[in-house]
């Protein structure tokens, strides 16, 4: 990543506070940076205690989120239905990763 990329990459994180979620492909529009950097970036600072990973369940049929958020993977269900439109879901199939801010030293 540039240093530009980086500079922007920070200065969005900025904005979050403890308990907020971060989305890396949100992130990554915002900033103009690569996907893959975001998420290099975002895994360093979880090894540096400042965000931790967490899950959400995403229906590629309707386009909505559950409201549901998960810690782990192994808690997302094995398979469960949509809120929206009723459609199953399952975990490797429509799940993504998010970020969930929990020290705002960024």
Same mark, same amino acid.
């Given at each position: 990543?540039?240093?530009?990329?980086?500079?922007?990459?920070?200065?969005?994180?900025?904005?979050?506070?403890?308990?907020?979620?971060?989305?890396?492909?949100?992130?990554?529009?915002?900033?103009?940076?690569?996907?893959? !950097? $975001?998420?290099?970036?975002? /895994? %360093?600072?979880?090894? #540096?205690?400042?965000?931790? +990973?967490?899950? *959400?369940?995403? =229906? !590629? $049929?309707?386009?909505?989120? /559950? %409201?549901?958020?998960? #810690?782990?993977?192994?808690? +997302?269900?094995? *398979?469960?239905? =949509?809120?929206?439109?009723?459609?199953?879901?399952?975990?490797?199939?429509?799940?993504?990763?998010?970020?969930?801010?929990?020290?705002?030293?960024?």
């Amino acid at each position: 990543m540039s240093d530009t990329g980086l500079d922007k990459a920070l200065m969005y994180l900025k904005f979050f506070d403890v308990g907020q979620w971060i989305y890396p492909g949100l992130m990554s529009r915002k900033t103009g940076v690569e996907i893959k !950097h $975001i998420y290099s970036l975002l /895994d %360093i600072l979880v090894d #540096e205690g400042l965000l931790i +990973i967490n899950y *959400e369940s995403y =229906c !590629h $049929i309707c386009g909505k989120f /559950d %409201i549901e958020i998960y #810690e782990t993977f192994a808690s +997302i269900p094995h *398979e469960h239905k =949509c809120e929206h439109c009723e459609s199953t879901l399952t975990p490797l199939d429509n799940s993504i990763v998010i970020y969930k801010v929990i020290n705002n030293e960024l």
